[in-house]
Nanobody, 121 residues
């Protein structure tokens, strides 16, 4: 089974930065789209940023200009650089990816366990 493991969350003050990482482990044929979502206390999960297999990035309006998504396909890893953090960025951040287990199998969507980001004022 393929697993996604996030890291990099923590407690920071407003204006500081964090870098989240998500690595896919296990055997699979290829990785397509990768992205980050978040769920704040008492709120629904929302999209933060996505990256297509071709490297095209999309961002939620609330994080444009502050967050940057990137990926290292050789390491099967996606990153989220978060700058100028605000208290409203506080949430559990989860990694999402679409993989193809083998050339003969259908794509599968996977989720990581999440990493907590807390921004104090």
């Amino acid at each position: 089974q393929v697993q996604l493991v996030e890291s990099g969350g923590g407690l920071v003050q407003a204006g500081e930065s964090l870098r989240l990482s998500c690595a896919a482990s296990g055997r699979f044929f290829s990785i397509k789209n990768m992205g980050w979502y978040r769920q704040a206390p008492g709120k629904q999960r929302e999209l933060v940023a996505t990256s297509t297999g071709g490297g095209i990035a999309n961002y939620a309006d609330s994080v444009k200009g502050r967050f940057t998504i990137s990926r290292d396909n050789a390491k099967n890893t996606v990153y989220l650089q978060m700058n100028s953090l605000k208290p409203e960025d506080t949430a559990v951040y989860s990694c999402n990816t679409v993989i193809q287990p083998s050339p003969s199998l259908a794509y599968q969507t996977l989720w990581g366990q999440g990493t907590l980001v807390t921004v104090s004022s």
